[in-house]
């Protein structure tokens, strides 16, 4: 979809804000018994941490082997709405264990259970992060992206 660097910046900047914002939400209310009005101000705690480190782990890394793994499977000729979903299934398997263990090590305090809570952080994330990006997340920046910058 963005066809030049400043679109990719742009695209990637809504993108991983929606998804870090929505996974911390979840995150939050896991921890804390429950979702609440007040996990909705909490989450931009993290966010000023969470967001910067997904965008340049999106932009600089794992787009491109993204875009590798998911033409393993597709192909050029393949209907754009397939290509898009192998890039997306992609990402959130790239991204999902990366961004929990990020967040294992900065919040979740493990000690010596560490592994087993990056394990179980991921596992917990995964399903959330899968449905959200391709159901909800993904649809909605590409919907708002198309109108901010509208093919000629």
């Known amino acids: 979809m963005p066809k030049t660097k400043f679109q990719n910046v742009i695209f990637t900047l809504m ?12 995150n939050i209310s896991l921890n804390i018994g429950g979702m609440s009005n007040q996990v909705f101000l909490m989450a931009f705690g ?14 600089f890394i794992v787009d491109n082997l993204a875009h590798v793994l998911a033409f393993r499977i597709v192909t050029p000729k393949d209907r754009p709405i397939v290509i898009t979903i192998a890039i997306s299934v992609m990402i959130i398997c790239i991204m ?8 294992t090590i900065l919040f979740k305090h493990a000690g010596s259970q560490f592994i087993a809570v990056w394990i179980q952080t991921t596992f ?23 109108k901010m910058f509208p093919e000629k």
């Open 124 to 146: 917990m994330n995964f399903p959330v992060a899968f449905f959200w990006q391709l159901m909800y997340c993904g649809p909605l920046i590409r919907f708002i992206f198309t």
């Open 15 to 26: 993108m991983a804000f929606l998804m870090v914002y929505v996974m911390i939400c979840y």
């Open 96 to 103: 999902c264990p990366i961004m929990s263990l990020i967040a």
């Open 46 to 59: 993290e966010m000023k941490i969470m967001w910067p480190v997904a965008f340049v782990l999106e932009f």
